[in-house]
């Protein structure tokens, strides 16, 4: 499509003239951008705040011996069971693990691969037992999953030796503080005094009901020889599932899970979400379109006299239609300009709303697609919309209106 | 000197459920350079003849040859190019656009055909104005503008692209006798002076009376061609 010089001037000019007209669609695109780019920042924001207090301090890929989870037991020498057996070593611990520690390590995409130690007990108080979850861990590995330095509430975020750290919900529960010392067993029913060093809130009940140690003595006292797991984290939290799945094909004698597959219910609530904001997205841009539609189909009946002219001038049906589309293609881009800026200011009134009145407080996410995104639709919305008066001026014979008269 | 217009058996139909016959068999050559005037009684027919003529219109059969080119071979852009390039149209209204200004208009028609017009084509219109004598209205918007100064803004227009045709449809029949007798006098003026050929549709006697030739068409049919009483 080639564009002559004059239909800018006239599309221009049609536009000035038509003053109101041509401010209320563009405020009209402006709203539906402002009201995009808010909801899609607002909509970001929750999901990324969900997500990072769901996993932000788990693992986002676990690497386990695969009988960590229920097998069937294979008993009855089937050939498919056979085949399905991993390895008698690597049933229930991952012996090679230093192996698997320097094979991770050469993913990029990997922040920390840490060797954990994971098992039950119960913290023994005169009469009662509390179950705890039992936690080896290596520092300074674990610190980057769990963030113990930042977590911890009081003591010190350091195991070593018999000294342990416990988790808030634990500690609440058998009443034991920093300092304090106590008997904690094992499943097999042998156990140890440990002291407290530190108590943890890591945000979420389970991970609050664990006793963590270092490896060495995690090992001992659970009498283990390998690992249990190895939990990774990674720079970006949605490539898990795409890690987890080259691993699964490189490591076959090991349970590769991503965060995803563990919280499946979130990411469903999660994509339940993302439909419903894309199908307000798509009813806001439709309406836009309408409402462009509509108005500028009225400005083609207003200006069919002028249109008329030109075309007794030598005006083709082509450029005809072109002054429309560059109408709506000019309302659209100034209009996205302004939502865009709107949007923006909506973004940050509401943080700092929220941030002001005290209310849990999450950043919004404003990210370049989040803005251009439905900059770029409503841009095509005007366009499109134009293309309904484009073809009624395209079709306008120029004797209907010097007859007319 | 040669034919610039050459109609071939023109006949306009208008109607598709009640079919309306406008033109019958017209055939006529106008010489280049020739004031015509075409009158007739309302509804005879003769501004849709002016129309085919300018390729506003299509006639339902035969050819309209302009400056040696048969038009019926055009498609609607190159119709559209034909207009711009070789014709140019005063009508009864003055069909100025009102967002834009006297001089604005009177340069549209060569922005359609060639783009952004060069100081060159500037100075021309300039000229064109102070020739009709509107030199200090060029910044006027048409609603400022009295009927007369209008339609002297249009003639000004209708020859900015140095047309070899002009089309005019009752160019004075809005305008007070006395105005139009000036638009008249203008008209003819310039036209003779860059020899364009004027095609005019009237029904002023008077002014038919002024032309090279005049042409009566009655029911769609010439009546009467001065060309031929000679």
Known sequence: MRFNSYEFMIARRFLVSGRSQTVLIILGIAIGVAVQVFLISLMDGLQRNLIQRTIGSSPHVTIAPPLSSPQPLGIGGGAIDDYQRPLKTEESEILSWQRYSDYLGSFEEITVAAPMINGNGYIEKGRSSFPVLIKGITLPEADVIYKFNKNTVSGDPRPGGNSVLIGVASSEKSGLKVGDSFYLRNQKGTGDYFSIKGIFDLGSSAANNMVVMSLDRARNFLDITGISSIEIQVHDVFAADDLAEKLRASLNQVKVESWQEKNQELLSGLQAQDTSSAMIQFFVLLSITLGIASVLAIVAIQKSRQLGILKAMGTNDKSAARIFIIQGFSMGFVGALIGILLGLGMTSLFMFGTKSSGGPTYELKITLTNILLPALLALLSASLASLVPARRAAGLNPMEVIRNE | ?230
């Open chain 2, 1 to 230: 000197m040669s034919d610039i217009i050459f109609l071939d058996r023109i006949n306009k139909f208008y109607g598709s459920e009640v079919v309306f016959q406008v033109l019958f068999d017209i055939n006529l050559s106008i010489k280049s350079g020739q004031f015509t005037a075409i009158i007739g009684p309302s509804g005879s027919g003769k501004s849709t003849l002016l129309n085919i003529i300018g390729l506003l219109e299509t006639p339902t059969s035969g050819k309209v040859f302009l400056d040696g080119l048969d038009t019926s071979r055009l498609n609607k852009d190159e119709l559209a190019a034909c207009r711009n390039e070789k014709t140019g149209f005063i009508f009864q209204f003055h069909y100025l656009l009102p967002e834009f200004t006297a001089l604005e208009n009177i340069l549209i028609p060569y922005w359609i055909g060639k783009g952004r017009p060069p100081g060159k084509v500037v100075d021309r219109a300039l000229h064109l104005m102070k020739r009709i004598g509107i030199e200090q209205l060029g910044g006027k918007y048409p609603n400022q503008l009295s009927g007369g100064q209008q339609q002297r803004v249009a003639i000004a227009r209708s020859l900015i692209n140095n047309p070899k045709i002009i089309f005019a449809d009752e160019p004075t029949g809005n305008l007070d006798s006395k105005t139009s007798n000036m638009v008249m006098e203008l008209l003819k003026e310039i036209v003779s002076e860059n020899n364009t050929t004027l095609v005019m549709v009237t029904h002023d006697r008077d002014i038919a009376a002024g032309a090279d030739r005049t042409i009566e068409i009655v029911d769609g049919r010439i009546n009467f061609d001065s060309a031929h009483t000679y």
